[in-house]
């Protein structure tokens, strides 16, 4: 493929397709002569290295769109999608759950904030993401937006029942043998009312 050619940059990595570190660097210079596509889609069992930052996710990632000269930096405009399955913030089980949005990033050189305060606090507010060297990674945008993505606090049902604090026991598969929970709750509300007795 000439490298002129307006046709998809394909940053797939995969195994039949081994490429060096910055194919998945879509460089604001190749913007210059048009929109680049882009195609990403890592796998945790092939791109595992891709995906330490997030091992929530459990499923091929995949993040495809178009990248385009936006000033100095870019845009990327694009669909994500991947599955995850973070802990539940209870129970730790596995959540399974799919993520899916559409995404209208933009990009600045950081060299853009050393000229003005103003430039800055405009960026800010705009919500803009910078980049320093001669590009953004693709990659590096899907790990963030997954990760920006995760639920704080995931529950793997609204009256998820927790660990028994004691053993440790899923309470959601059944009672386990530790007395009743009761006791402890009681005691900070008996150690409460005794000044006022
Ligand atoms: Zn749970
Ligand atoms: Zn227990």
């Not at 039949?16 to 460089?27: G, T, V």
């Not at 103003?118 to 705009?126: C, G, K, L, S, W």
């Not at 793997?156 to 598969?173: E, I, Q, V």
Request: with cysteine; net charge negative.
């Amino acid at each position: 493929m000439a490298p002129t050619t307006a046709g998809p940059l394909t940053v797939s990595i995969r195994p039949a397709r081994p490429c060096a570190d910055n194919a998945l660097l879509i460089e604001v210079q190749d913007l210059r002569l048009h929109p680049v596509p882009f195609d990403l889609r890592l796998a945790p069992e092939t791109d595992a290295a891709e995906l330490t930052a997030v091992p929530e996710v459990t499923g091929t990632l995949h993040f495809h769109g178009q990248a385009t000269l936006a000033g100095e930096g870019l845009q990327l405009r694009g669909h994500l999608q991947g599955e995850i399955a973070p802990a539940c913030s209870r129970c730790l089980e596995p959540i399974a759950m799919t993520v899916e949005r559409d995404l209208d990033l933009l990009y600045q050189p950081e060299s853009v904030l050393g000229e003005s305060a103003e430039v800055e606090i405009h960026a800010r507010d705009a919500d803009v993401g910078f980049f320093s060297g001669p590009g953004v990674d693709v990659a590096e945008v899907a790990r963030e937006q997954i990760l920006l993505a995760l639920p704080m606090q995931p529950l793997c049902r609204p009256d998820c029942r927790g660990l028994c604090t004691r053993c440790g026991a899923n309470l959601n598969k059944g009672a386990c043998s530790c007395a009743p929970q009761a006791d402890e709750r009681w005691n900070a509300l008996k150690s409460l009312r005794k000044p006022a007795r």
